[in-house]
T-cell receptor
Framework: AQSVTQPDIHITVSEGASLELRCNYS??????LFWYVQSPGQGLQLLLK??????LVQGIKGFEAEFKRSQSSFNLRKPSVHWSDAAEYFC?????????????FGQGTTLQVKP | KAGVTQTPRYLIKTRGQQVTLSCSPI?????VSWYQQTPGQGLQFLFE???????NKGNFPGRFSGRQFSNSRSEMNVSTLELGDSALYLC????????????FGPGTRLTVL
């Protein structure tokens, strides 16, 4: 079955520290992968996406993610976290070779930033 | 360009009632998808529309339905509301299907009492 796992439900980091949010997927076909962020009371904003090519993807707000096929992972990273990064982060997978935009989301990771 | 808009933003209903939620996609976008977000189940796919045709449907009971109009605006309807239908309903639009990026609206918060 297709699934996305975000092992960390909640993460707390200090402002200025580095961040890595984990995402593992299980998908039979060639996936395409996304990271979205959701602030309280808001919809989802796309941070970055991966379809093919360079496995290190740059996104908005200084985020990047690395696709590792051998580990079925797509971890999100940021070298220095800002207080405004506190939000919930969702990893999602779609079906690259199918004509549908349906996304399967992980359960999300809530990021808290300490001053 | 204006983003995806959803109306209303908040709704309170009682069990057994029905509700209609509306989504206006970004101008030029022809695909609209709906997702339900709850604390327990997370984000779950409801359905996807493209050019007024339902292309994909998630694993939800028949009480959940939707449609898309010729101007790409979409509505979803939930009949015979249950307490468990309380959720944030998110709409996303994209230019086409497949790998086109989906842009999400702010959602409609439905509370069923």
């Amino acid at each position: 079955a297709q699934s996305v796992t975000q092992p960390d439900i909640h993460i707390t980091v200090s402002e200025g520290a580095s961040l890595e949010l984990r995402c593992n997927y299980s998908y039979g076909a060639t996936p395409y992968l996304f990271w979205y962020v959701q602030s309280p009371g808001q919809g989802l904003q796309l941070l970055l996406k991966y379809f093919s090519g360079d496995t290190l993807v740059q996104g908005i707000k200084g985020f990047e993610a690395e696709f590792k096929r051998s580990q079925s992972s797509f971890n999100l990273r940021k070298p220095s976290v800002h207080w405004s990064d506190a939000a919930e982060y969702f990893c999602a997978v779609g079906h690259l070779s199918s004509n549908t935009g349906k996304l399967i989301f992980g359960q999300g990771t809530t990021l808290q930033v300490k001053p | 360009k204006a983003g995806v808009t959803q109306t209303p933003r908040y709704l309170i209903k009682t069990r057994g009632q029905q509700v209609t939620l509306s989504c206006s996609p970004i101008s030029g976008h022809r695909s609209v998808s709906w997702y339900q977000q709850t604390p327990g189940q997370g984000l779950q796919f409801l359905f996807e529309y493209f050019s007024e045709t339902q292309r994909n449907k998630g694993n939800f009971p028949g009480r959940f339905s939707g449609r898309q109009f010729s101007n790409s605006r979409s509505e979803m309807n939930v009949s015979t509301l249950e307490l468990g239908d309380s959720a944030l309903y998110l709409c996303a639009s994209s230019q086409g299907l497949g790998t086109d990026t989906q842009y999400f609206g702010p959602g409609t918060r439905l509370t069923v009492l």
